[in-house]
């Protein structure tokens, strides 16, 4: 991407002082002190242009990242089918046709259900409240208007769809259907609602994707669709959102369970957390306590994202503001590190709160790994690959999880991150699999095979390995 850049012969400002004025913001490791020989980027970070100078940046994208379907961007052209990844803290939308196998837009918003609570288990207890009529209104109330906004960028009118897909974790899907949720807030969590039919709104077909357990799923059954695309027989499967949703695939068998990681993997919940928008920051080296910040499309930081804290509390604990038992160190300053200033000028804390955050949603994710793969009889160590679902791993350090123990044993290199794994496979599918000619039925692909459900609220060793996943001996 080109940059121009106004100065003129009484210019005393740097080249990244300038660029930073402008709105740009750009990790240099040296700070303009030219340690790098001025090769770091394709011009001198200690340059003082006394002239209008073009210079080039690493690309930048103004969309919010981990979207993206099959790796392609977005073609003109007139859409058929609305896939729908209903979250707890985001709702995807990508609007496909489905016969030429193109996505022609796509558009994320926040769950409006969200005033209800951050996390699943508040909203449920919201709707047992008397809030389920709400809830359900919140949310289809925000799709329909975000449909309709998408399909008129796109010059059509939502009449044109005929088909839409949805996939999303259970709760969610009880709370748009505007099901009792009792079955999901106490033990054994059976269910007494199966996942409809088709349904039909006008000409349009709507289907929802089966889910696996209480909290395993239909977004989960999608990605399983993502991840066999690649032929993978042993896999760990993982979406690691507000709840922390696995699947472990071994010798023919499949392990299923969840963790409540909270939502600081979204960057919601943290003190100056954001979604991974433009300005998001996604790594932080300290250098006593100065962040060196990279940020995505190289703007001024306006929050910090998952990726990005997992990325600080690594350096917490290589550079010993936290101790080897998880304990934070008085040198951690008690109103946290200023990691900059927004662009509208508030000052950016990460706080020993937020740490706190950060280490039980890795240690949750962690001890459920170990928890699934006790079940299944192997090490994680000998898991070949885990597929990491959503937009959080899109720009997440595997050694940095290493340093946290967020994958148990899992190798760094093992990990292949898939982006928005519920919209793949429901792309996967409708361009596929789904028969217009035909009542809409889920295919073979998806008759799903007998699975393991891990209860780990239920599980002593969970809760052992979660305890000792708090800690970080080596």
């Known amino acids: 991407m080109q940059v121009s850049i106004k100065a003129d012969s009484s210019n005393t ?10 709105g740009y913001a750009l990790p240099c490791n040296c700070h303009g002190a030219r340690r790098c020989d001025g090769r770091q980027y394709s ?8 002239g209008g100078v073009t210079v080039t940046l690493p690309g930048r994208s103004d969309s919010i990242q981990g979207i993206s379907l099959e790796d392609m961007s977005p073609v003109p052209g007139s859409g058929d089918t609305l896939l729908i990844d209903l979250g707890t803290t985001t709702v995807a939308l990508a609007l496909i046709d489905r016969n030429a196998g193109k996505l022609r837009k796509s558009a994320v918003f926040p769950n409006p259900q969200r005033s209800f609570g951050a996390d699943v288990v508040s909203r449920i207890q919201a709707s047992l409240q008397g809030q389920g009529p709400a809830l359900k209104d919140y949310i289809r109330q925000a799709i329909e208007q975000q449909t309709s906004l998408l ?6 009118a939502p009449e044109e769809l005929t088909l839409c897909l949805i996939g999303g974790n259970t709760a969610m899907i009880h709370l748009l259907m505007g099901w009792d949720c009792r079955p999901l807030s106490a033990s054994p969590f059976t269910l007494k609602e199966r996942t409809p039919g088709p349904l039909v709104r006008g000409s349009c077909q709507i289907l929802i994707f089966p889910w696996i357990s209480a909290f395993v799923g239909g977004d989960i059954t999608a990605g399983m669709l993502a991840c066999r695309r690649n032929n993978s027989l042993n896999y760990l499967f993982a979406d690691l959102g507000t709840n922390g949703e696995m699947l472990l695939c071994h010798e023919g068998r499949m392990f299923a369970a969840s963790t409540a990681a909270g939502p600081a993997f979204e960057g919601s919940g943290l003190s100056c957390g954001c979604p991974a928008i433009p300005g998001a920051i996604t790594r932080v080296a ?4 100065q962040p060196l910040l990279t940020t995505i499309g190289n703007r001024l930081p306006t929050g910090i994202c998952g990726s990005g804290a997992i990325s600080l509390c690594k350096e917490l604990i290589s550079r010993g503001y ?12 008690r109103e946290g590190i200023r990691l900059g200033v927004s662009p509208d000028r508030k000052p ?11 280490q039980t949603a890795a240690a949750a994710v962690a001890a459920g790994i170990e928890t699934l793969c006790r079940e299944a009889g192997l090490e994680p160590r000998q898991i070949p690959v885990l597929y990491l679902g959503g937009g959080f791993g899109f720009y997440l350090e595997p050694e940095a999880c290493q340093t946290l123990h967020m994958f148990a044993g899992v ?22 699999e789904y028969e217009a000619d035909e009542q809409p039925s889920f295919p073979a692909c998806l008759s799903l095979p007998e699975i393991c459900t891990v209860s780990l609220a239920d599980s002593d060793f969970f809760h052992k390995q979660f305890i000792r996943h708090m800690t970080y001996e080596d």
């Open 411 to 432: 190798s760094p290199d093992a990990v292949i991150p898939m982006g928005n794994t519920c919209l793949r496979g429901l792309f996967h599918y409708a361009v596929n």
């Open 13 to 22: 400002k740097s080249i990244l002082t300038l660029l930073e004025e402008g």
């Open 322 to 333: 936290v101790d080897k038992q998880g304990i934070i160190r008085p040198s951690f300053p």
């Open 286 to 289: 300290l250098k006593r306590l």
């Open 43 to 50: 011009f001198d970070c200690a340059m003082i242009p006394k």
């Open 348 to 358: 950016l804390f990460f706080t020993p709160e937020d740490f706190r955050q950060v």
């Open 151 to 156: 399909m008129r960028g796109n010059e059509q």
